[in-house]
């Protein structure tokens, strides 16, 4: 009976992930191949004419390709905005699990602040024009680093917990300092999570759009989901285009996460129980 029960419950769970996911994802797909008439109607019928190569010509070309710029825009603050908060982050986490202090208390409230006080869009912006940083992707990378801080911070100091001390205590007797320490014995150990920070704050980086929509304005500046928007404004009438748009940024995010989600799980659940 428990078998049973086991059984239907894993089908209906099948069937549910079936329907939050794979239909969204099919109904997107299926109007990249219809014209603008038919995917104007939003329906899941088949198109009349299948034209995807000349819709994805079209989107690639418009607008003086901007969405070749916004690419190349989304995946440098991508590539940056995470190697800085998987280094920063894991150093954080492995001073504040070895290290107790006084410090730590208050280390650990403004790193839960960080995770519920949402952003302050206009001082944040006054601090960018200080800085001469405003409308710069250096900026942009600034903040997008710093508001994935405290995630990234928790899960390597939970992470940190399941490395034995023995070994930092082995690797100071044969002499090794502080950053060698931390980079040749501790650093290659955090590779599962590490691997669910990349995976976990490069989609949210790249699929960020209040953030450069307020803090990185312009063409010349703009993200992924930027071209999104202007292209949905533009061209109400032509959804074949904009479905198409929206399958172009989905494509990198998705390929990350199916190579990897045997370490996302394996790097989230690790140390939730020890430490």
């Not at 699990?97 to 302050?120: D, E, T, Y």
């Not at 944040?124 to 024009?129: G, M, R």
């Not at 508001?147 to 917990?161: K, P, Q, T, Y």
């Not at 501790?186 to 960020?208: C, E, G, Y």
């Amino acid at each position: 009976m428990r078998h049973a029960q086991r059984v239907t419950v894993g089908v209906v769970a099948i069937v549910l992930s079936v329907v939050i996911f794979l239909v969204p994802f099919a109904f997107i797909l299926l109007q990249t191949f219809k014209n603008p008439g038919e995917a104007g109607l939003l329906n899941i019928n088949l198109p009349s004419h299948w034209q995807f190569v000349e819709n994805l010509k079209e989107v690639l070309a418009a607008d003086n390709g901007v969405i070749w710029r916004a690419l190349i825009n989304s995946t440098t603050l991508t590539v940056v905005s995470v190697a800085i908060m998987v280094v920063f982050s894991a150093m954080v986490g492995y001073v504040l699990q070895r290290r107790k202090s006084r410090i730590n208390a208050w280390a650990n409230f403004f790193i839960l602040a960080g995770l519920i006080v949402p952003p302050a869009v206009v001082p944040t912006i006054w601090v960018l024009q200080g800085l001469h940083l405003f409308k710069t992707l250096p900026g942009m990378i600034l903040i997008e680093a710093t508001f994935g801080l405290s995630f990234c911070i928790l899960l390597f100091r939970a992470f940190v917990s399941t490395i034995p001390k023995e070994l930092d205590e082995a690797a100071i007797i044969d002499g090794a300092g502080p950053i060698r320490l931390f980079f040749t014995v501790v650093l290659p150990l955090l590779r599962p999570v590490m691997i669910t920070v990349v995976v976990v704050q490069s989609v949210a980086v790249f699929n960020d759009f209040t953030g450069p929509l307020y803090f990185l304005p312009g063409d010349d500046n703009a993200t992924v989901q930027l071209t999104l928007y202007n292209f949905q404004s533009q061209s109400l009438s032509q959804y074949n285009l904009l479905f198409m748009d929206i399958l172009l940024i989905t494509i990198p995010p998705l390929i990350m996460y199916l190579f990897f989600n045997r370490q996302i799980v394996a790097g989230m659940t690790s140390g939730a129980i020890k430490g």
